[in-house]
């Protein structure tokens, strides 16, 4: 009886490490290019403390990142940034609450690398827009690691660009997300 | 006319040395910067967590010297994270990303040690965010 007992303990905690329901990274990677085509000089920034919290059950994901937290290679072009583009004082981050829309071919709870679609709410600059973009999700080792790419369009979130500076800030900036996703407690 | 002429170059001149140190404007460094708000870590956070438009009211843009025992450290890919404790039940915390700029005495901390950033806030998402940190000295 007791063995029976240890074994049925022993089954269901394995289990709940198998099933933690709720991954999350505090370490997501976003990046941005904004350069126009004719540019001369190049437009990017990086953030590595992007936030993600995904639940494995439905699918559901909550992503925000600080803009404050973007490096460029130039101070002055994060000055400009913050200030004139994104308001960062009024407006601090950008956030996308949304979800997994195909999980009936994502398995987040067995190993391999899927292709996914996400739906959902993306806010930045006090704008709100529904968004479906494509990633890849890989599910190994314990973690779940997210990779995207897609493209943000300024005037969808108000975003104005100086006639002065148009020629080399892109109307479409292009962002990249990778972030690696470990169980949360 | 020549005098004028001289005006102009010297006004381009000048024009160009501003643009110029503009452009290549250093990064800030908080090494010798004063704090404008000392905090302790848990409570930073709670008043994030409790009212973020009233904590980044007070706090975003300042350099806030805060202080707490080091929950985690990251080296990604060169980039130094340090979290301090919070006593927040889900685990959330204070992120101190070290500037990559300004010098640092360490860029190790050991897990459980108390110790004191300066660094600009850049808000709340789920953490509280700092960045440009170097260690305060004691």
Redesign the interface.
Known sequence: MKKLMLVLFASVTMAANLSAQNFFT??GKIKFDATAANSPEKIEALS????C?LKTTDGAMQW??????F?FE???MG?HFNENYVES?KY??ATFTGKITNLQEVNLTKDGTYNAVVTGKMSVHGVTKDVTTNGAITVGGGMIKINAGFTLNLADYNIDIPSLVSDKVAHDVKILIDAPLKP?? | MKKILIALVVLAAVGAGVGYY???????DLTNAKSDIVVDATALFNEYKTDEAQA?SKY??KVIGVSGKVQEV?N??G?V?V?LETGDP??F?V?C?LS?TSAHARTEFPVGETVAFKG????????V?L?NCVEAKK
């Open positions: 505090r370490d590595k403390t992007a936030t919290v925000a990142v600080l803009f404050k937290s490096t130039k101070t002055l000055e004082s601090p981050k949360m407690n | 503009l452009w290549n404007k250093p990064a800030l980044n975003f843009e990251l990604d890919e980039t994270k979290s889900n685990g915390v992120r990303e990559k600009t806030c850049s808000g709340f998402n789920l953490d965010v960045n």
